[in-house]
């Protein structure tokens, strides 16, 4: 399986739903590797846990563990915010590590 952006942003985006759906702020992340493999998710928990540093893209990190570096070097962690959903605009990212 190879790698699709839009399967990223579509992991990303539904985290971005469940942060909003638990009171916090819709963005979402999502880690995968270059041969399409979904190495973790994650969201923004920062309202949730009360904490200043747990961004979606935080979240996703840390819930993919320890990997080696050679590992994050062949994937893309995409990002997405859907402000909408609390009135303001929506933003989409995708970068490869």
Request: glycine share 14%; with cysteine; proline share 2%.
């Amino acid at each position: 399986m190879s790698f699709d952006d839009q399967k990223g942003m579509s992991l990303a985006f539904e985290q971005a739903k469940k942060s909003y759906s638990e009171g916090g702020i819709p963005i979402g992340g999502a880690l995968i590797h270059k041969d399409g493999t979904v190495l973790a998710v994650g969201h923004n928990q920062r309202v949730q846990k009360g904490s200043a540093t747990l961004h979606g893209e935080i979240d996703t990190f840390e819930k993919a563990g320890r990997l080696r570096g050679s590992v994050y070097a062949d994937c893309t962690v995409s990002g997405v915010g859907d402000f909408g959903m609390a009135s303001a605009k929506p933003l989409a990212f995708f970068t490869n590590i």
